[in-house]
């Protein structure tokens, strides 16, 4: 494993623990909503960021070939992240939903 991958490893480690440990004796449940809230925080992050270096990227390119089609390359991925993002999202509510984790099956209450 390279110093990278151990960094960001132990530093999202780091982001995710707290989380987990400031449950205060609340349920599992409640610990896996807010670690998929937090996760789609950051994720919704992650895609802003990229949206505004495209969009840097685009303004940069003085129509140039090459530093346009750059830039909508990362138009492109930042389209794509957003639609992923949207769609964990969703997804993780749905099996929020469908594990009863809102109060809805006493499977969580």
Do not use: H
Not at 74 to 81: R, S, Y
Not at 82 to 98: E, F, K, P, Q, R
């Amino acid at each position: 494993m390279n110093k990278k991958t151990l960094f960001l490893t132990l530093f999202i480690a780091d982001l995710i623990l707290p989380i987990v440990a400031s449950a205060k004796g609340e349920s599992f449940c409640v610990a896996i909503k807010r670690l998929s809230s937090l996760s789609y925080q950051i994720g919704g992050s992650v895609v802003v960021i990229g949206w505004v270096i495209a969009g840097i990227l685009w303004l940069v390119s003085g129509g140039s070939p090459e530093k346009t089609g750059i830039a909508k390359k990362a138009i492109w991925a930042a389209v794509i992240g957003t639609v992923l993002v949207v769609i964990a999202g969703v997804s993780s509510n749905l099996i929020i939903d469908a594990l009863g984790m809102n109060g809805v099956v006493p499977l969580c209450p």
